[in-house]
């Protein structure tokens, strides 16, 4: 049993509490949810996770009473909702599952309506509240609002239904592995998406995920939970990776931690390496001069807004004299945002040309790029501080773990 996250948040607004909370299913010899304490706070996204069986999903699910508990107490905003009407308590609570669940017969914007019209909101407000969460999710309202669930691609109608868990504009999520059933490319993006999305609206999210790495990405704080939703670790992706609790916490972490971390620092944390660039009207004499005993094996070639368009060579400018630029050498490939994560640029810098990462703003501009001396930097800077944290210690001081003990 834990009651908080390992460091000092008493200056912080607890949001759910769960208190002494248990569960029992009819005919079984074990508790699912063997006397849990947990506080979640205000504003921030804390995720569950642990093996298959130990109890995470059935733990959020009691948070609004899809699975009611046989003992203890739910808190949601100091308000006891153990025994409060559970349709009423649904309304509070915004709710996204892995496979959407969207209503097949009615339309995007029907879908994204559901809880204002139960609430009793009039048809302008509905009308005004889809067509702002459509654009919060970067689905513009004129081209889908009038759609069905069967029209879109899967991470479309997953997009649809986190816009549906903000209808109401409720203080609490619950997602139950939202992302899982989409493929990886998909699953990246709807993951940054939505965490720039959280930057704005900073909703209290449970996020349940069996992925230790979607974990690590996704939370300001991880519940490593055992059998019986018994906390192993409740603390930051940061402490966790670098001061596991137990064997169990790093054994359930496993190798490549060095890498793991890289999903805790940002494109914007970093100084961005500068590439040489030129417009799309420069003549090739000015690419051939700007190449000529430089270290670097092409120029970037910027359109009129300053964004990406070609990788021109000097091998590509033979034989192609009166040819524009934009129409030699090679793609620019994915870019990467500031508000990506280090482990999303390595990720596009091993497979780009010039094995670099291009990062650009939102407007699409170029602002520099990441090579792997800055990846292995970054690594070896994260490995310093772990040492500095785990230092006299196997497994990390003061760090909390299931029964509250040290």
């Not at 995470?56 to 009611?68: G, S």
């Not at 930057?199 to 209290?204: A, D, L, Q």
């Not at 030699?328 to 280090?342: A, C, I, M, Q, W």
Request: aromatic share 4%.
């Amino acid at each position: 049993m834990i009651t908080s996250p390992t460091n000092s948040q008493n200056a912080r607004k607890v949001m759910i509490r769960l208190e002494n909370l248990t569960k029992r299913f009819p005919g079984q010899k074990h508790n699912a949810v063997d006397d849990l304490t947990l506080d979640i706070y205000e504003g921030e996204i804390v995720v569950l996770v642990g093996p298959s069986g130990c109890g995470k999903t059935t733990t959020m699910k009691t948070i609004n009473r899809i699975i009611e508990p046989t003992s203890g107490r739910i808190i949601l905003d100091g308000d006891d909702v153990t025994s409060a009407d559970p349709d009423q308590l649904r309304r509070r609570i915004g709710y996204v599952i892995q496979q959407v669940g969207l209503f097949p017969h009615m339309t995007i914007g029907e879908n994204v309506a559901t809880v204002p019209k139960l609430l009793g909101w009039d048809s302008k407000r509905v009308s005004a509240r889809v067509d702002e969460l459509l654009e919060m999710v970067n689905m513009a309202p004129a081209e889908y609002r009038d759609r069905y669930p069967k029209q879109l691609s899967g991470g479309q109608r997953q997009r649809v239904g986190v816009a549906r868990a903000l209808g109401a504009d409720p203080d609490v999520m619950l997602m139950d592995e939202p992302f899982g059933a989409i493929d990886p490319i998909t699953r990246d993006r709807l993951q940054n998406e939505f965490l720039r999305l959280q930057s704005e609206v900073r909703k209290t999210i449970v996020f349940v995920t069996h992925d230790i790495d979607e974990a690590i990405k996704m939370g300001d704080r991880i519940v490593i939970l055992q059998e019986a939703s018994r906390v192993a670790q409740y603390d930051t992706p940061e402490r966790i990776l670098t001061a596991p609790a137990n064997e169990f916490v790093a054994d359930f972490i496993g190798k490549g931690a060095s890498l793991k971390r890289l999903n805790l620092s940002h494109v914007s944390d970093i100084d961005l390496t500068q590439w040489p660039t030129v417009r799309t009207n420069a003549d090739h004499t000015e690419v051939r001069n700007m190449l000529r005993g430089s270290a670097f094996g092409a120029v970037l070639v910027l359109d009129d807004g300053g964004r990406p368009s070609r990788w021109v060579g000097a091998e590509d400018l033979d034989g192609a004299s009166g040819r524009p630029l934009s129409e030699l050498g090679l793609e620019p490939g994915v870019t990467v945002r500031p508000t990506d994560t280090l482990s999303d640029a390595l990720n596009e810098l091993v497979a780009a040309p010039y094995g670099v990462a291009i990062v650009t703003g939102s407007n699409g501009a170029y602002q520099g790029i990441v090579d792997i001396n800055q990846i292995n930097g970054a690594i070896r800077s994260m490995r310093s501080t772990a040492a500095q944290a785990n230092s006299g210690s196997a497994y990390g001081a003061g760090v909390a773990t299931a029964g509250g003990q040290p």
